[in-house]
Nanobody
């Protein structure tokens, strides 16, 4: 497992942008599939995006396609989520997750081994 720490959340107006960061401990970050999930009050956890260890493969949830972009910097052990054109319905706690298994497997199953504590994103209308 890796230790994950998210940052970058906050309050933004609808139509605005935020960039979330998630920094991982450990020396094997480049072997980890990384993902972002979110959970709004009273709702279940929702898959947002995932990226393979090399960064060559990415997946997105339907609700964020075309607005959010996932990327990673394996030198800095950090994965990013650039969120543009934010909507009030994007309000949620955003969680970073990591797993050493294949991106397709963990994205389909949504079973990641390591999780961060979450960062709040609030989008006002």
């Amino acid at each position: 497992q890796v230790q994950l720490v998210e940052s970058g959340g906050g309050l933004v107006q609808a139509g605005g942008s935020l960039r979330l960061s998630c920094t991982a401990s450990g020396r094997t970050f480049s072997t980890y599939t990384m993902g972002w999930f979110r959970q709004a009050p009273g709702k279940g956890r929702e898959f947002v995006s995932s990226i393979s260890g090399s960064g060559s493969k990415t997946y997105y949830g339907n609700s964020v396609k075309g607005r959010f972009t996932i990327s990673r910097d394996n030198v800095k052990n950090t994965v990013y989520l650039q969120m543009n054109s934010l909507k009030p319905e994007d309000t949620a706690v955003y969680y970073c997750a990591g797993d050493e298994r294949d991106i397709a497997l963990v994205t389909i199953t949504q079973r990641f081994d390591s999780w961060g504590q979450g960062t709040q994103v609030t989008v006002s209308s």
